[in-house]
């Protein structure tokens, strides 16, 4: 076994024991980047001499007994979380060379706790896609084939830890960010409670659905990195005052007791019959270890879709605003008048997904169709987010796919962008709600390809999350497997 292979509390326990250094695991993690990295391309800036720097740092703490459970622990984190003195470019032509002056609070805090640096991760250009074929800097690519992808928009993020080139990572979630690519990449991935995680120095896409949250190789991880990230912050007015509970203490394999709700729509037309007798078996084992079902309903959930892409697009038109040619990154060279600069870098410093999504929020937002638009889909928000608090009434957790199908093949979706939007039709209806949902794996298809298990619980009960995952994860082995690269 390769350090790399292994997982944060695993070599927390190691390190912490002086079996092994900091500086041993991140050459470990540094060397499969070199071994892997130019066919799985995860990566948009790595960071090596920083790495082992903190590296070095993070063994002088474990010397002196002060170290956490991420200390010395290498980590990607996805290219929209600003890293000081570290460029930070969303994925986009127009931010390629911006390097923030400052940390996002999620990296303060893992500086706090010893963490490691090993680079940035690609991602679908602002956050927009499923697939990560929107980046700038060209498509990361599924660990367990090559040829598909490994879901989006974090998908450098959840190839990064599938691919073992990396311990553990952040990703963020809008509409399904974490959770698909997570899946798709047969590793564990969480998106928070809106309001758990610090937006602070989060590059906004969808303010009033964006959520920073973890990826990792299993439950135990995820809810370690949960625990370092989480908490109150006076820099975002809408991270949450509410106490951050010991999340470890879920993990206590014990399900008993515990009410599954299963939704019936997501047993419709569309799902991958695969994917469906995966989810159907994964329900079985859990009942098997002493939990109840119950079917619930979630009625407004067809209308997630096209309620997410009014409300995401318009938010996003309005933040993506500040990119002008001005104060950030690119900036078209030429004899030009403002109206001109603006036009001449933003036209070609966006892609088109992203000027799609722009037209989309300035077109829902403009006078005259706001009422019909924007006003309409904030009104049926608030009837799916209902339709969740009368299922919490029945269940503590809802059980569903994460998505329809396993990672499809590159470029199968790029000319169809109703397809591609089709990828998140499981996990937005949590993130129109603000829930805290889990994407784990929970089986593999014919080809080999992983399947994710999604878990969603009323707000702030990530703890209700990690207890059904952990107890399934004890009980199945597929987190276990490793793609063969
Ligand atoms: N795939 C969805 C979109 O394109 C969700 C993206 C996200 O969660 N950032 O908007």
């Not at 997982?7 to 041993?24: D, G």
Request: proline residues 5%; glycine residues 8%.
């Amino acid at each position: 076994m390769e350090l790399y292979q292994l997982t944060a509390y695993q070599l927390h326990e190691m390190l912490r024991r002086k079996e092994v250094t900091s500086r041993e695991v991140t050459g470990s993690v540094l060397k499969r980047i070199a071994q892997v990295e130019d066919r799985v391309h995860a990566y948009i800036t790595r960071t090596p001499d920083l790495a082992m720097e903190q590296a070095a740092l993070a063994d002088r703490r474990l010397q002196k007994g002060n170290a956490g459970p991420l200390t010395g622990i290498p980590l990607a984190i996805k290219d929209l979380i600003c890293t000081r003195g570290v460029r930070t470019t969303c994925g986009s032509h127009i931010l390629e060379n911006f390097i923030p002056t400052y940390d996002a609070t999620v990296i303060e805090k893992l500086k706090d706790a010893g963490a490691v640096l090993v680079g940035k991760a690609n991602m679908d250009e602002f956050a927009m896609g499923s697939s990560t074929e929107n980046s700038f800097f060209g498509p990361t690519r599924n660990p367990w084939d090559l040829e598909r992808i490994p879901g989006g928009s974090s998908g450098g993020s959840a190839a990064a830890v599938a691919a073992d080139e990396c311990i553990a990572s952040l990703g963020s979630d809008t509409g399904g960010s974490i959770r698909q690519p997570a899946s798709c990449c047969g590793v564990v991935g969480i998106k928070p409670t809106y309001g758990r995680v610090s937006r602070y120095g989060l590059v906004a896409f969808a303010s009033s659905l964006d959520q920073i949250g973890p990826f990792s190789k299993d439950v135990r991880d995820a809810a370690l990195l949960l625990q370092a990230i989480c908490g109150h912050d006076n820099r975002d007015s809408t991270a949450a005052d509410v106490p951050c509970p010991d999340f470890t203490k879920a993990l206590i394999d014990n399900i008993r007791g515990m009410v599954l709700g299963i939704p019936r729509e997501c047993f419709r037309e569309g799902l991958d019959p695969e994917v469906e007798s995966a989810i159907r078996e994964a329900i079985r084992t859990l009942e098997k270890l002493g939990a109840k079902t119950v079917e619930v309903s979630l009625p407004h959930s067809e209308y997630a879709l096209a309620v997410y892409y009014l409300i995401a697009p318009a938010e996003a038109s309005s933040n993506l605003a500040r990119y002008d040619g001005v104060k950030y990154g690119f900036r078209a060279k030429g004899n030009f008048d403002l109206m001109e600069m603006y036009q001449e870098t933003r036209s070609p410093g966006f892609g088109a997904e992203v000027k799609r999504r722009i037209m989309l929020g300035t077109y829902a937002l403009s006078a005259g169709y706001y009422e019909a638009y924007y006003r309409k889909a904030a009104q049926v928000r608030t009837l799916v987010r209902q339709d969740f608090e009368k299922t919490f009434n029945q269940c503590d957790v809802l059980l569903m796919p994460t998505s329809p199908t396993p990672a499809f093949k590159l470029g199968e979706k790029v000319d169809d962008p109703l397809q591609m939007y089709l990828s998140d039709i499981f996990t937005i209806p949590c993130n129109l709600a603000g829930l805290p949902g889990l994407s784990l794996p929970c089986g593999f298809n014919k080809q080999g390809l992983p399947i994710g298990l999604q878990i969603l619980a009323d707000h702030f009960q990530e703890e209700k999350l990690l207890r059904a995952a952990y107890a399934y994860e004890q009980n199945s082995e597929y987190h276990l497997r490793k793609p063969a690269l």
